[in-house]
């Protein structure tokens, strides 16, 4: 409808980012680490369809890619902020030796299970910043 009134395309991917995109990336990292792959699918497939009809552009992050800056990000607001509400799940790492500077900081990291390798946030974030 947009389009038809004249509405350039850079206005129209903004109205696409500020709408779709941000509905569908709200609050992403609880929610799609337990999505089935069929979801992710049908997501990226929606992804897929707005790019070829010119509402997000060709060199736009992808899904997995949109989902894993949001863990990140929340991630570092979780461990750089000591009163963030969050901070109660991370609990402390007492270390006799001095070991090189971790992305986690002094937080001991959680025991993986294969039911929550993917689903929880928390096990999720400190293994990928572990490395």
Same mark, same amino acid.
């Given at each position: 409808m947009l389009r038809v009134h004249g509405i350039p395309d850079e206005s129209l991917q903004e109205v696409?980012? %500020?709408t779709l995109l941000a509905k569908i990336t709200y609050a992403s990292s %609880?929610? #799609?680490g337990m999505c089935l792959a069929e979801d992710? %699918?049908?997501l990226e497939s929606l992804l897929? $369809?707005?790019r070829r009809l010119g509402y997000y552009g060709r060199d736009e992050p992808t899904l997995s890619e949109l989902f894993n800056e949001a863990d990140v990000r929340l991630f570092n607001r979780v461990i750089n902020n000591p009163e963030y509400v969050l901070q109660q799940f991370l609990t402390? $790492? #007492?270390q006799t030796y001095n070991l090189r500077r971790r992305p986690h900081g002094n937080k001991t990291l959680m025991e993986k299970t294969p039911s929550l390798n993917e689903q929880d946030f928390f096990i999720r974030a400190m293994y990928k910043h572990s490395y």
């Open positions: 696409f980012r %500020a %609880a929610w #799609h992710h %699918a049908k897929k $369809r707005c402390e $790492r #007492h």
